[in-house]
């Protein structure tokens, strides 16, 4: 049932260019028009939205994270995402015209579920997306996108990740589209580029060999740091997350305009700093500043493993280690840019003596609060 692989993950892992496939088959036609129907809230509602708030935990709160950076910047409605366990506890501000979208894959996490029945007292829609048919938080939902990652069981996600960013891409332009957002060349080459993006998923897979050597070398390291910005962040995040669970390494994600004010200090002599850069294309404002958080870091010493779209010849000289992506638009770029990470702390763990499928401690799903 492993296909041949040793571990599900690495299964899952090699799986996803089709998960991502399957999650967008049938939900944008030729013309670039989004197809949704199953979303079943009446579009007079979704007109209505004022509000979004994404709840989820661990890894589905990360693809929540990078969701709201595409759907502000696409649909112009105001985004929050918040970890579900933190949510009805602080006695969030909801109502009819808040959209909540709770993210995950089992669809039984007690935390999202908890979340999302809170959203619903005060009055909230709520539109699950989630990886599980019939789970608990779809049938407690009004309306569900389901992805079609397939079954995932190693304990670290890994493809339902990339179609938890798929599902969410889904639903911003969605909800763009029913509101009649006026959309520049823009977002028409992104959906464009989206519908064809588990090609470069798989160009991604065909390079990973050097990304299991490096892992291989550091599995006597203590610390590794994951650097990004913008939807950069929340990839060092999860870079983070998927190393402390598999590898049991020391392992936190920063957002790099963050280093000055205080993780700086943690960079000494030989360091391990991965560092998610964006596109030099685009905003590349942002990637300059990057470039100069590289230098900084090494110049203390740090060794520097930059994960970068190819040819990007302004950061390869200050890079020990270069990963290259193939270029996406900037939005997009999470779907290529979190492979490399898994591989890494799959290979790492592996490296490590530990079990990859099922780390120390945790359980697939976590229906406890
Ligand atoms: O089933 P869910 O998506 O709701 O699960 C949420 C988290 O428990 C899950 O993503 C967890 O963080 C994974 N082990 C991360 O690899």
Avoid at 192 to 213: D, F, G, H, K, N
Avoid at 248 to 271: N, S, T
Wanted: charged share 25%; glycine share 8%.
């Amino acid at each position: 049932e492993k296909g041949g692989y040793d571990y599900f993950m690495l299964k899952e892992i090699a799986e996803q260019p089709k998960a991502v496939a399957d999650t967008l088959l049938g939900r944008i036609d030729a013309a670039g028009d989004l197809s949704l129907d199953e979303v079943r809230i009446p579009a007079a509602e979704l007109r209505e939205v004022d509000k979004i708030v994404i709840v989820a935990c661990g890894t589905a709160f990360h693809a929540g994270m990078i969701a709201k950076y595409a759907i502000e910047h696409w649909t112009r409605i105001p985004c929050e995402t918040e970890l579900a366990s933190e949510f009805r506890y602080r006695d969030p501000i909801l109502g009819p015209r808040t959209l909540v979208v709770a993210i995950s894959q089992s669809g039984e996490t007690m935390d999202t579920l908890m979340a999302l029945r809170h959203a619903r007292e005060q009055g909230a829609r709520v539109l699950a997306v989630c990886n599980t048919n019939g789970s608990t938080i779809p049938r407690e939902s009004d309306a569900v996108l389901y992805t079609h990652a397939g079954p995932e069981v190693a304990v670290a996600s890994t493809k339902a990740f990339l179609t938890q960013l798929v599902a969410c891409y889904l639903v911003a332009l969605y909800l763009g589209q029913v509101r009649g957002t006026k959309w520049g060349d823009e977002v028409r080459a992104v959906i464009r580029e989206l519908s064809e993006i588990a090609t470069q998923v798989e160009r991604v897979l065909e390079t990973m060999e050097p990304v299991r050597e490096l892992a291989r070398s550091l599995a006597d390291q203590d610390t590794v740091l994951f650097l990004g910005r913008h939807v950069g962040y929340p990839v060092a995040l999860e870079g983070a997350l998927k190393l402390k669970e598999l590898a049991y390494m020391h392992a936190e994600g920063f957002a790099a305009g963050e280093l000055k004010h205080g993780p700086i200090a943690l960079i000494e002599d030989g360091v391990p700093v991965v560092v998610v850069v964006p596109s030099p294309r685009g905003r590349s404002v942002l990637h300059d500043k990057i470039v100069s958080n590289i230098q900084e870091i090494r110049a203390r010493g740090a060794r520097t493993i930059v994960i970068a779209e190819r040819g990007d010849a302004g950061v390869a000289p200050y890079a020990d280690h270069l990963i290259e992506v193939p270029a996406t638009p900037t939005l997009l770029q999470p779907l290529v840019t979190t492979v490399p990470l898994q591989v890494f702390a799959c290979e790492l763990a592996t490296a490590r003596g530990n079990e990859v499928d099922q780390p120390r401690n945790l359980a697939k799903s976590v229906t406890v609060e």
